[in-house]
Every structure is written in C-alpha cells, then in structure tokens.
C-alpha cells in the first residue's frame, strides 16, 4: 500500500536523551514536513524539505534535527536541547514541485513522546 | 502575520441536525484553503482543497466553500461517524508550501 510510514507509535524518552523519530514515503513526492500537535494546538510546523539533501527550519526548529538522504526518508530527531518534548508527532509528504500551483499535503498515523 | 482562526471550538449537534463550522484567514498569497478531518490518535485525512473565491466542493454530507476572508464547512444530516476535529490550513508560497493550521474544531454528533 502506497503511504506515509511513522514509527514507533509511542515512544519514552528520559531527560537528557536524544530520541529520533521515523518517517517513511512511498508516495515518490519530493517534498516532506514534520508538525508538532499539542493538545488544544494547532499543528506546528518543525522542519520541512523540498528535495533531497535538503531542509529548512519552520517555525519551532529549535532543539530538533533532521536529515534528508534519501526521498523516502525524513527523520526526526528530538534532542536534549527542546525543553518540552512531550507530544504528538506528524510526518508529512506532498509532491512538492514548484509552479504546480498547490499540492496536497498527505500525513502519517503520528507519533507520541512522552518525558519520563 | 498569517493566521487562521476556527469557530466554533467544539460543537455538539444531534443526528440529523445540520451546521457549519467557520475558518477564517488573513494571509498574503493564499495558494490553497485545506480542510482535514482528524480522528483522536491518528494523523490528519485529507478532505477538500479550495483555491479562489466563490470555489464550493462536496463529498458525501460536507461541503465546502471559500470567500475572500473566509471558508466554511457546511455539514449536512450529520451521523454520529461524523464526529471528529476538523482542521482548516492555508497553503501560502513560502515555506516550501507547508500548511498554517488553525486549533481546529472538535465535533460531537450524538444519536
């Protein structure tokens, strides 16, 4: 099945670890994102990349890391830097082309971490 | 600054009882107005996108339309499996097209 892929679903991080969250695209777009949800929040916008070997900070990049080596792949990482690391977690793909007019956005099932 | 505001925030309807729910935007190049509709857990599902004034697009009870400042999600005959939060997001020309969400909408439709 054609799709965007996050794993693992829960995950527990204590103070002062990295943790790195997983997404994986089969969808063959170019362009992915990664949102933050807190409860009551709108979705937040973390990083994103429009192609490969590329990336750019969104809104609440501070104390995250990305990498984009691959199309299909764009991890998360959660460093000990982000103070509040405790939410949810949704990985993002979209074709992605510049000059096609608006593109879609299509989400994954979300992670959850949690502070323990 | 670009915002997205939705109202109400939760909304409580019966069965059958129809409604609509409210998202609206002040941003510069406005390439796309989304709806998603989002069950507790699970990330968000793709519903409609609008792109210019006077635009109205359906699927099964929803219905969407846009204006100027503004986009509605008019939902018709309600079911209870209809219950979920709808989120609105903007689409502008930077930030390599991602969304500008509002807080969203949390609908309950009880039998």
């Known amino acids: ?116 | 600054e670009d915002q997205v505001t939705q109202s109400p925030e939760a909304l409580r309807l019966q069965e059958g009882e129809s409604s609509s729910l409210n998202c609206s935007y002040t941003v510069s190049g406005l390439r796309g107005l989304f709806w998603y509709r989002q069950d507790p857990g699970k990330g968000p599902e793709f519903l409609f996108t609008l792109y210019s004034a006077g635009e109205e697009k359906e699927k099964e009870r929803l219905k969407a339309t846009l204006t100027k400042k503004e986009s509605f999600l008019h939902i018709t005959a309600p079911k209870p499996e209809d219950s979920a939060t709808y989120l609105c997001a903007v689409q502008v020309g930077y930030s390599g097209y991602a969304l500008n969400f509002g807080k969203g909408t949390s609908l309950l439709v009880t039998p």
């Open chain 1, 1 to 116: 099945d054609g799709g965007i892929t996050q794993s693992p679903k829960y995950l527990f991080r204590k103070e002062g670890q990295n943790v790195t969250l997983s997404c994986e695209q089969n969808l063959n777009h170019d362009a992915m994102y990664w949102y933050r949800q807190d409860p009551g929040q709108g979705l937040r916008l973390i990083y994103y990349s429009q192609i490969v070997n590329d990336f750019q900070k969104g809104d609440i990049a501070e104390g995250y890391s990305v990498s984009r080596e691959k199309k299909e792949s764009f991890p998360l990482t959660v460093t000990s830097a982000q103070k509040n690391p405790t939410a949810f977690y949704l990985c993002a793909s979209s074709i992605g082309a510049p000059g096609q007019g608006s593109n879609t956005i299509y989400f994954g099932e979300g992670s959850w971490l949690t502070v323990v």
